[in-house]
């Protein structure tokens, strides 16, 4: 296994084009469970639908399996506007796992 220092282990890994940033990915690795948690993920909507959002995924992917993660997770919507993120998603081989999630404003 392969480990990050410390100030590393959590931050965003980001894709650049021409000096700026269009997309970021921020992960949490919980090293007791063996979880990566892609908790944030996004891409400047002027650079969407290019495979900058896969990229990335893909590149944390890789980067939580060196450091000894054996299973990722992410979370979106499940509105209309996150369909595109879902779709990403699953093409890369998450299955979505059916919970109930209850709110109730104070």
Do not use: C
Request: proline share 7%.
């Amino acid at each position: 296994m392969v480990e990050d220092p410390p100030f590393l282990r959590n931050a965003p890994r980001t894709a650049i084009d021409s000096g700026s940033t269009v997309g970021f990915v921020a992960v949490k690795l919980h090293s007791e469970s063996r979880l990566g948690e892609i908790y944030m993920i996004a891409v400047d909507p002027d650079y969407q639908r290019r495979g900058i959002g896969s990229a990335l995924m893909e590149f944390v992917l890789d980067w939580m399996k060196v450091a000894g993660m054996s299973v990722a997770m992410v979370e979106t919507g499940g509105d209309p506007g996150h369909a595109p993120a879902r779709y990403t998603y699953e093409k890369l081989g998450f299955g979505l796992l059916p919970i109930a999630r209850y709110f109730k404003k104070l």
